[in-house]
């Protein structure tokens, strides 16, 4: 369409984009609700269930770069489009599996679709708003994200699931779900004009336009601090995020209280997304609430370590972890745009590196604790390591230098 999108329009688009990135939750962490049924049913062991749990991230590594790189060329719209897409129907995939082999083919097509939403959205961001408003509108579609994994934790497992016949009905209808919505994206991001902050030329794919982007991020001190960063926080994210339904299944909680509690960690999430970067935007405080939100994080994870005699007394910690991972995920995603060098043109290409980077860390957690768990049959081990990297995260943001000028 011609002319320039109306505010409301652009919330309205980003709002989408929320929707469809809550349906990738939503998908992503119905593995990890139905675990321990899935390791029953497949026969797997605690490495293999770890990888599983750890496959979406594991996809950001060898293509997370090169998505970055074409959403800079192709345009948001495309990759979110085409990420939700292919999330459905890696979901779908997953519903018919017989064995650990084609469970990993059909995850790891989803998290092919996960990292178009992923590096999309920022960049669809950057694009409606300007620098100084990016790190809100991130909440926006932070939140929608965060619905949808809160929704598979509290309602996947003891409602959805039950009512459907179980685990693979549950993949069908979510996947089924998954790809209406990327239709929809697709009317709507044909009708809604480009935004004020898009440019008419975004580049193109040769190799020395590739190698410039190149440079120009990997050059750049604080976006490799802010790679670091990134790393811990996916790390933890998805170690604890992969693990936690299962810890607390081990320490006796039937699964619908396991998935309850788990839920309280999204909504820690959606806590600290609407309020952290609010907050550090007002006092222009980035490197502290980065500081902040890793020590936080640290706190709840060693408050994990506990195993009170009343399960409520877990609704702190895992609160506590909500909050501080959920604080650092806007601010992640928002710092690009405002580094010099960086900005909108270069927001796909920066955050495609943080997350192609920084998902080792994502896929290593849930694996190394499941491994953890397999050697001294406790997870004792993992939750200190998960507690060591959110101590790394905060000393990463406290040495980013170019923030608060």
């Known amino acids: 369409m011609d002319g320039r999108p109306t505010s409301v329009e652009n919330a309205a688009l980003l709002t989408l984009g929320g929707l469809g990135y809550g349906s990738l939750l939503f998908v992503w962490f119905s593995l990890p609700a139905y675990l321990n049924p899935i390791i029953e049913e497949l026969g797997l062991t605690g490495t293999q269930a770890g990888v599983l749990a750890g496959a979406v991230p594991l996809t950001y590594i060898p293509i997370g770069l090169a998505s970055g790189l074409v959403i800079d060329r192709l345009g948001a719209r495309v990759g979110i489009g085409a990420g939700i897409a292919l999330a459905g129907l890696g979901q779908i995939g997953r519903a018919f599996t017989a064995d650990f082999p084609t469970m990993l083919a059909c995850t790891l097509l989803l998290g092919v679709g996960a990292t178009g939403i992923t590096f999309g959205l920022p960049k669809l961001a950057s694009e409606l708003y300007p620098a100084d408003r990016v790190g809100r509108a991130a909440s926006v579609y932070l939140v929608g994200s965060y619905t949808g994994s809160a929704t598979v934790f509290a309602f996947g497992r003891s409602v959805l699931g039950p009512a459907l016949g179980g685990w693979r009905p549950l993949f069908v209808a979510s996947g089924l779900g998954t790809i209406g919505v990327a239709a929809v994206w697709t009317a709507a991001a044909w009708y809604v004009p480009a935004g004020r902050h898009e440019t008419d030329d975004d580049g193109d794919f040769s190799l020395p336009s590739l190698a410039a982007d190149m440079r120009a991020v990997l050059g750049h001190r604080d976006l490799r601090l802010l790679v670091v960063l990134g790393t811990m926080?996916?790390?933890?994210?998805?170690?604890?995020?992969?693990?936690?339904?299962?810890?607390?299944?081990?320490?006796?909680?039937?699964?619908?209280?396991?998935?309850?509690?788990?839920?309280?960690?999204?909504?820690?999430?959606?806590?600290?997304?609407?309020?952290?970067?609010?907050?550090?935007?007002?006092?222009?405080?980035?490197?502290?609430?980065?500081?902040?939100?890793?020590?936080?994080?640290?706190?709840?994870?060693?408050?994990?370590?506990?195993?009170?005699?009343?399960?409520?007394?877990?609704?702190?910690?895992?609160?506590?972890?909500?909050?501080?991972?959920?604080?650092?995920?806007?601010?992640?995603?928002?710092?690009?745009?405002?580094?010099?060098?960086?900005?909108?043109?270069?927001?796909?290409?920066?955050?495609?590196?943080?997350?192609?980077?920084?998902?080792?860390?994502?896929?290593?957690?849930?694996?190394?604790?499941?491994?953890?768990?397999?050697?001294?049959?406790?997870?004792?081990?993992?939750?200190?390591?998960?507690?060591?990297?959110?101590?790394?995260?905060?000393?990463?943001?406290?040495?980013?230098s170019s923030l608060d000028n």
């Open 233 to 400: 926080y996916l790390l933890v994210l998805h170690g604890v995020q992969g693990w936690l339904v299962t810890v607390l299944e081990t320490r006796g909680l039937d699964a619908g209280l396991a998935g309850t509690v788990t839920s309280l960690l999204v909504v820690g999430q959606v806590t600290g997304v609407l309020l952290v970067p609010a907050v550090a935007e007002r006092l222009d405080r980035t490197r502290e609430a980065l500081a902040v939100c890793g020590g936080l994080a640290g706190a709840g994870v060693l408050g994990l370590l506990a195993e009170p005699n009343v399960v409520l007394l877990l609704v702190a910690p895992v609160m506590l972890i909500g909050f501080g991972m959920g604080g650092l995920s806007p601010l992640i995603r928002a710092i690009p745009v405002e580094l010099e060098g960086i900005g909108p043109e270069l927001t796909g290409t920066a955050v495609g590196i943080v997350f192609a980077v920084g998902e080792i860390g994502g896929f290593l957690g849930p694996v190394v604790i499941g491994t953890l768990r397999d050697v001294t049959g406790s997870f004792t081990p993992g939750l200190l390591l998960c507690a060591t990297a959110t101590l790394v995260a905060a000393a990463a943001g406290v040495a980013m």
